[in-house]
């Protein structure tokens, strides 16, 4: 039993050394060291370059050595979540939510939105309205709305009886429902009045999200392009001013020499550094050679990991929910009942981070994408998504195969 899973069932001490190799902000420190103090990061970098006699309270720190070759990461930050381990965020029921939420947590993703799918406007109200009320108690970090402003030809798993072109009378209602906690906003820009809905999603600074669309390259550009304008008059600015695509290739048009739709916008946005694509890496929503492929093209500061996980995730085969759309999981695979398009992730954040270092992205890049990167777009760079002194002390642990050992999050050991 390592000190860790020792404090897991008893208070953790104020004052705690972690050694090992540090992989954080695209750099990694062999002999690395993090000292906790409390619920906060009051230091991370090379070991020599620690005196605990300089730091109160640190003279008799406990101190947890990672074996040989083992690693510590910052925790995991995932922008596009539905759920896993049997709880569910779509269909807005407390106890299910919170199961999931102890899964995630317990999985290395230490931060992430609680994503919603197309939805009657009443669950879409009763949904915000409960995670409002965890992000007030710090356990979620915003709500992410996966339409109901989505493109029918693109639906993929969201139920088409519910898709809507864009109402800014309800939008209003979910943005106030919402009361500052939206934090993202998936919706297809070839619909009806989806200008007018990016400028209102910007003005209450709420991130467009481009996704579940059937539009064409012009469209995707110039609609990407007034998202990050709209954002940067809203006074962001950095990588929190960009706009970002809702898991790239999946939900919209694959790319054609003759009509590359989306995606060529896209790829040429977050080249730029314009926007932000997020990737399911998880080997079956893309394929590890395109993974290693938009890494080389646009770099690891323009890429979100996500995993797009459902109740499945972290479970076995079998008959589950995405929201209101009964789910089969074969294989690992979801797929929704009535049409058997996927139906969303089954991968842990880590997971996803481990298959990205196996399609040969390099485990700084990859740990970037997922952690540094998503925090940044949420505007919380300085409270998690690295090793850094002030930061929140959130920390994943892993073997050398990328195998989770131990989470920490705000200074406590998690199970």
């Keep these: 039993m390592t000190a860790a899973d020792q404090f897991v069932h008893s208070s953790a001490p104020s004052h705690q050394i972690l050694t090992g ?14 000292a906790i103090d409390g619920d906060r990061i009051a230091y991370a970098g090379p070991a020599d370059g620690f005196d605990a006699d300089e730091f109160e309270g640190f003279g008799h720190a406990i101190r947890i050595g990672a074996p040989s070759g083992h690693f510590i990461f910052p925790g995991l930050v995932d922008v596009h979540c539905h759920g896993g381990n049997g709880g569910d965020f779509p269909g807005g029921e407390e106890a299910s939510a919170r199961k999931a939420v102890d899964f995630l947590h317990r999985s290395g993703t230490t931060t992430f939105l609680a994503s919603m799918v197309t939805a009657p406007r009443e669950d879409l109200l009763r949904g915000i309205e409960l995670y409002v009320k965890l992000v007030d108690e710090g356990l979620v970090a915003g709500i992410h709305l996966e339409g109901p402003f989505l493109s029918h030809a693109r639906c993929g798993a969201q139920n088409p009886d519910y898709l809507l072109e864009p109402d800014l009378d309800l939008m209003n209602e979910l943005v106030g429902a919402a009361a500052g906690k939206l934090a993202t906003m998936t919706y297809a820009p070839e619909l009806p009045g989806a200008a007018a809905l990016v400028d209102l999603m910007t003005f209450h600074g709420v991130t467009p ?7 064409d390259d012009a469209t995707a550009a110039a609609s990407l392009a007034a998202a990050r304008e709209g954002l940067e008059s809203a006074g962001f600015d950095g990588v929190s001013s960009l706009p970002t695509v809702t898991h790239l290739f999946n939900g919209m048009p694959p790319m054609h020499h003759r009509a590359p739709g989306p995606v060529a916008a896209c790829l040429r946005a977050a080249q730029a550094g314009k926007a932000v694509v997020e990737l399911i890496a998880d080997d079956t929503h893309l394929d590890p050679s395109i993974v290693a492929t938009v890494f080389q093209l646009v770099g690891a500061g323009n890429i979100l990991l996500v995993t797009d996980s459902m109740a499945a995730a972290g479970l076995s085969d079998g008959n589950y929910m995405l929201g209101p759309s009964p789910v089969t999981v074969s294989n690992g695979v979801a797929t929704l009942d009535a049409t058997g398009s996927i139906a969303g992730g089954t991968a842990t954040l880590l997971e996803v981070v481990r298959k990205t270092v196996d399609a040969g992205v390099a485990l700084p890049d990859a740990i970037c994408s997922a952690t540094a990167v998503p925090a940044a777009i949420l505007g919380l760079s300085d409270e998690v998504g690295g090793l850094r002194r002030g930061l929140r002390a959130d920390v994943v642990t892993t073997d050398q195969e990328l195998g989770l050992t131990a989470v920490m999050r705000n200074g406590q050991w998690l199970a």
């Design 21 to 34: 190799t540090l992989v954080s902000d695209g750099v990694v420190v062999e002999d690395g060291l993090v």
């Design 209 to 215: 999200s481009l996704g579940h669309t059937d539009c």
